[in-house]
DNA sequence: TATGTCAAGTCTCAAATGGAACTAATTTCA
DNA sequence: TGAAATTAGTTCCATTTGAGACTTGACATA
């Protein structure tokens, strides 16, 4: 799939960096980073979408609405980029922006319908992924790994 | 800390995405961006560090010894990142390389006495972010986390 | 020992990214 | 009320990033 990866198919066993100095936050960015990553290639090579802009749909399609500054918090990801994001899939006609009526700083977010099509055809991919790997945890591990996570997501902290 | 994002200092509650298309994986992709997204951000700024340096010296402060093409299944990261973060490093004088006696195209990667230094007064930033964090854990799922996470860390499934 | 294939790592180039400065609207509070 | 501070979002610019082509070395098969 990544040509510049090396040409294993897996990872080795014994190439996992395990006990290392920061726990299991190490596994977290690791697990998170390969799997978004072979996603977003394929994004961008069938469908010509960024991780930005998939992201920003994604949320949207599961708020209805949003403002550009909610979406960073939700995202964790800095507002330039989102700004960005959204003027793209607004040229492309994905989504559709309207001026919060009480406070002209600010504009609402919704998708359009061939934005919602899209979304729906690109979310496929990503939740056979998601199935397959989660398929590797037995359902107690599931739930065990839906509750923490959303504890940690509810109280990441700032730097200290 | 981070001027490009909103002012709000803790994420709102509301503005988590459960119960989402992708289940943790969401949450799992939100947390590792929001922990490590300040880090590096501080030792971009007081360390001249970038990710990719920080990584590497992170992996090789670990296993000693190692080769790029370990580098890129240790991390998920893609090889030409790699490549570029050891050629800085390296320019740095803080990792050494030398050939591999048995295969003259690979190389074995070492850090220097200044590299190890350097990556002992960064990692201390580390640690104490990734313990305030993992501190809203108790033990119980402090121990699910690192099981989990090690058990999707080393079964990562490649694009279906 | 030729020859085709694969693997490790580098290079090029276009695109994505993030920090910082900026604009414009809103809020604070003297 | 009106100046100062804050906030939402955009723009600018330098850096980082990743895909793909490329180079060189190893290896398999004949």
Redesign the pocket.
């Known amino acids: 799939m ?3 990866q ?2 294993q198919q897996f990872t080795h066993s014994d190439l996992i960096l395990e006990n290392n100095a920061i726990g299991s936050i190490w596994q977290i960015c690791f697990v998170a980073n390969s799997f978004v ?1 072979p996603i977003y ?1 394929f994004y ?2 069938q469908y010509k979408i ?3 802009e998939f992201v920003i749909l994604f949320i949207l399609a599961h708020k209805g609405k949003l ?3 909610e979406m960073c918090i939700m995202t964790g ?5 989102i ?2 994001g ?2 793209k899939l607004e040229s492309k006609g994905l989504i559709k922006r309207s001026q919060d009526p ?6 609402i977010l919704v998708t359009t319908k061939t934005g919602e099509g899209l979304y729906q055809e690109l979310i496929v991919h990503y939740t056979r992924r998601a199935d397959d790997f989660l398929s590797l945890l037995d359902e107690d591990d599931k739930n065990d790994l839906d509750r923490i996570m959303l504890k940690l997501s509810k109280s990441m902290p700032t730097i200290s």
């Open positions: 990544n040509k510049n090396p040409a990553f290639a961008d090579k960024s991780r930005m403002m550009a500054w990801l800095p507002k330039n980029n700004s960005r959204v003027k009480k406070d002209a700083r600010r504009a």
